[in-house]
């Protein structure tokens, strides 16, 4: 068993993987936000010393990095060489969860070795972290995985992320969403823990991985499958808002994480769902 140190694990996946490690047996230290910013480097003189880091915190709403860019890069690029400072004094491991960093791919399904476009501060800054870890690895030997998420959801997810946005509306006379044509590579929280379950024990040198379900679905997809189960028929609207830079598809090559990790994606996007709708009914007759 490891002694592990997570950061961020006061959010949407860092309790699900606290949760995890704790329940496999691993000494498991868990960092929320009121540890102090993590772009201070007192804060990290703070951090009990494990085995490896989990370095979840960070910045990572689009929209909102377009109104705080220089917030999103010192967030997520200073406090991620932070943590690599913090990982070379105490010789520890790292994993780095980025995102879909493609951009405007010339193709849908991505692999490890596609070109990085990032088309957003958010996805910027997160490349550029990508490279603060791996120029540690070749000139600090620091032994880093980088896992490239891409769209995580299920439950504790709020909104104004997509799939809890569409459910929450199923008591609505309408559902609202800003364009039914995106398509997303979605993946299941539980699926997306499993990936660094598979991580912790491999990690060797500097890795990329990317961890995606392999399929895409449009928005209009989404909210046909959420009425499907719910039952319900209700009117969809669609403001037919294009962001600026909206990638039309994206699609997750995960065969890398599957040969080298041993991991793939178990939960369907129609049975994860299923429990969405199951819980928000489930919560709204308990009131």
Same mark, same amino acid.
């Not at 959010?11 to 936000?33: D, I, N, P, T, Y």
């Not at 990085?116 to 070749?138: D, G, H, M, V």
């Not at 769209?151 to 309408?174: A, C, M, R, T």
């Given at each position: ?10 959010? +949407? ?53 377009? @109104? ?74 620091? *032994? ?26 199923? =008591? @609505? ?5 800003? *364009? ?5 590579? +979605?993946?299941?929280?539980? *699926? ?44 969809? $609207? ?10 039309? *598809?994206? $699609?997750? =090559? ?34």
């Amino acid at each position: 068993m490891s002694e592990l140190l997570i950061t961020g694990a006061n959010g +949407f996946l860092g309790r699900s993987l606290s949760e995890k490690f704790q329940a496999l047996g691993h000494r498991v230290h868990c960092v929320g936000h009121e540890f102090g910013d993590i772009a201070d480097e007192q804060t990290w003189d703070k951090m009990p010393q494990c085995e490896i880091l989990i370095h979840l915190a960070g910045s990572t709403f689009v929209p909102l990095s377009w @109104k705080r860019p220089a917030e999103f890069l010192q967030t997520n690029v200073v406090g991620v060489q932070r943590a690599i400072n913090w990982c070379i004094k105490n010789k520890s491991k790292m994993i780095f969860p980025s995102t879909y960093i493609y951009g405007q791919a010339k193709i849908s399904r991505v692999s490890e070795t596609t070109k990085p476009r990032p088309e957003n501060p958010y996805t910027f800054s997160k490349q550029l972290a990508e490279q603060c870890c791996r120029f540690a690895s070749k000139y600090k030997g620091l *032994d880093v995985t980088v896992l490239r998420l891409f769209n995580i959801y299920g439950k504790g997810q709020s909104e104004p992320f997509l799939i809890p946005h569409i459910v929450n509306q199923l =008591d @609505k006379n309408e559902i609202k969403v800003n *364009d039914l044509v995106p398509r997303r590579d +979605f993946l299941h929280i539980d *699926d997306a823990v499993q990936a660094f379950v598979h991580g912790i024990g491999k990690i060797n040198g500097y890795e990329v991985f990317n961890i995606g379900s392999g399929e895409s679905w449009s928005v209009k997809q989404l909210i046909e499958i959420v009425q499907d189960c719910a039952g319900t028929k209700i009117p969809v $609207v669609s403001g037919n808002v294009v962001r600026s830079n909206e990638i039309l *598809d994206v $699609v997750a =090559d995960n065969s890398k994480a599957k040969d080298l990790l041993g991991w793939a994606p178990r939960k369907s996007l129609i049975i994860g769902i299923q429990e969405l709708v199951d819980e928000f009914y489930n919560g709204k007759n308990s009131k």
